[in-house]
């Protein structure tokens, strides 16, 4: 018993005590440190209660110092329990020379120390009261410390040295690329390389298109060329598709066999032989595929984050955004909210886990009222365009100049059809189109018929 730990809470008494008195002593740190930190990330009590004080003040842009805290916290009801002797102690102990900044940064640290206790205490009850299933346990877990992960971690000021030191290091890296024209992910479409020299980390590329046009398909050969050739990990949410059927056209666009063949078995031996040779080569990629029954956004973060740590993300690919929902509590969000909430989120995941993330989207009925010369797609025609189009690094736009009634009879053809892409917006670089043969039966865009 004598070697058993004691326990104790994470804090730092020097550190709140050396930032107050730096408050109290030059009204003029208030500006910085009284929005970077909170009442909450005091562990001591009248500290606590002193920087309460003291933001209040701060909040209204009131002078701060001696007198006027003690007034504040005698409308709080506080200065009792704490007393002037205090506040002139903490003035009195501050020494001569003292970095204040470092100890906030102490402070902080300390505060997310105890979150982080406490936040595992309580999965320990979860656990140890056996009340709460296994999958539940793990998500809420994983939520919960990356909620608090999330909400401390700081960008600090970069000196411009250091930031073109980095950018020379990049293009260093990307001279090695030379020829290929590549410093991305290869998308496996030369034309959409020039344009955005593969798709970057931490970019949300949106691809949107009319229904029946190829969006799937797109993404499909987007995923198969990034695991086949370039051995790279997809992960892969069909919201809109069973991993049945995303499977057999997986096997179709691979093996270039008409998609209704492989649905009915009506195959010949040869076709059949290609279809095997297409499954051997899938098998051995690394694409994992997840058929979204709940469409989650948060089980999307969950599951990519999980695949990151392992080492087993290169790119996330969603199809499509408007299918995906928020967490519970979150249902009585306009759409234009929802979706708004839903693309920054996929934003802010490409940024964190440092991986591109193509988002399928559906175009809005507008661009169906225009006239055929008029059907060309644009930013507007996005459905909830005005968050997609802010958050979104690239929006690439599928279209074909056909009626309606083509489209109804091209469907299932073999008939190659040319397919208009446009880089409609491209932060990092030009804007422009180029055309694609698409062969709907095997669900294969080609650069050439």
């Known amino acids: ?22 408050l109290l002593i ?6 910085e440190y009284c929005s970077r930190l909170d009442a909450q990330d005091f562990y001591v009590q009248e500290n606590k209660k002193i920087f309460t004080a003291i933001q209040n003040l701060y909040l209204i842009h009131a002078k701060i110092d001696y007198l006027s805290v003690i007034e504040e916290l005698k409308r709080l009801n506080d200065f009792d329990r704490i007393g002037k002797n205090y506040l002139i102690d903490l003035m009195d102990i501050l020494p001569s020379h003292v970095v204040a900044e470092s100890y906030v940064d102490v402070i902080l640290q300390k505060s ?67 020829g290929k024209g ?51 990990h997809v992960a892969f949410f069909s919201l809109e598709m069973s ?48 058929e979204g029954i709940s469409g989650n956004l948060e089980d999307v973060k969950v599951k ?41 989120g996929l934003k802010m995941l490409a940024r964190e886990l440092n991986v591109p993330v193509l988002a399928l989207s559906q175009l809005s009925r507008a661009i169906e009222k225009r006239s055929e ?17 802010q958050d979104a690094d690239i929006v690439i736009f599928l279209h074909r100049r056909t ?10 053809s073999n008939r190659s059809r040319k397919t208009e892409v446009f880089i409609s917006k491209n932060r990092q670089g030009e804007v422009g189109s180029f055309e694609l043969i698409f062969r709907g039966d095997c669900s294969v865009f080609n650069e050439t018929e």
């Open 1 to 22: 018993m004598e070697n058993q730990k004691i326990k104790k809470i994470p804090y730092s008494a020097e550190a709140e005590n050396f930032v107050l008195g730096s």
């Open 26 to 31: 030059d009204n003029r740190l208030a500006l």
């Open 112 to 178: 997310l120390e105890r979150e982080l206790y406490f936040a595992v205490s309580d999965i320990s009850d979860d656990i140890l009261a056996g009340q709460t299933e296994f999958e539940a346990l793990l998500e809420n877990t994983e939520k919960t410390v990356f909620q608090i992960v999330n909400k401390r971690r700081t960008t600090p000021f970069m000196k411009i040295d250091e930031a073109t030191e980095k950018v020379m290091h990049i293009i260093e890296e990307n001279k090695k690329t030379e």
């Open 182 to 232: 590549v410093i991305g992910l290869d998308t496996g479409f030369k034309k959409l390389n020039e344009y955005t020299l593969g798709f970057q980390k931490g970019e949300l590329i949106i691809l949107a298109a009319r229904p029946g046009i190829g969006k799937s398909a797109f993404a499909l050969n987007v995923a198969v060329n990034a695991c086949l050739e370039l051995k790279a």
């Open 243 to 290: 991993v049945d059927q995303l499977v057999m056209r997986l096997l179709s666009s691979k093996a270039n066999v008409p998609l209704q063949k492989i649905r009915s078995g009506n195959m010949t031996p040869t076709e059949m032989t290609k279809v095997l040779a297409a499954k051997a080569k899938l098998d051995d990629s690394n694409l994992y595929i997840d």
């Open 304 to 344: 990519c984050r999980k695949l990151r740590r392992e080492g087993k993300l290169d790119i996330i690919i969603i199809d499509y955004l408007q299918l995906l929902s928020l967490a519970a509590g979150q249902d009585k969000l306009s759409t234009y909210e929802r979706v708004t909430k839903l693309s920054r």
């Open 373 to 389: 010369d008029e059907q060309t797609p644009m930013l507007s025609d996005l459905r909830e365009s005005g968050s997609i189009e």
């Open 403 to 412: 009626t309606k009634k083509e489209e109804t009879e091209q469907k299932t």
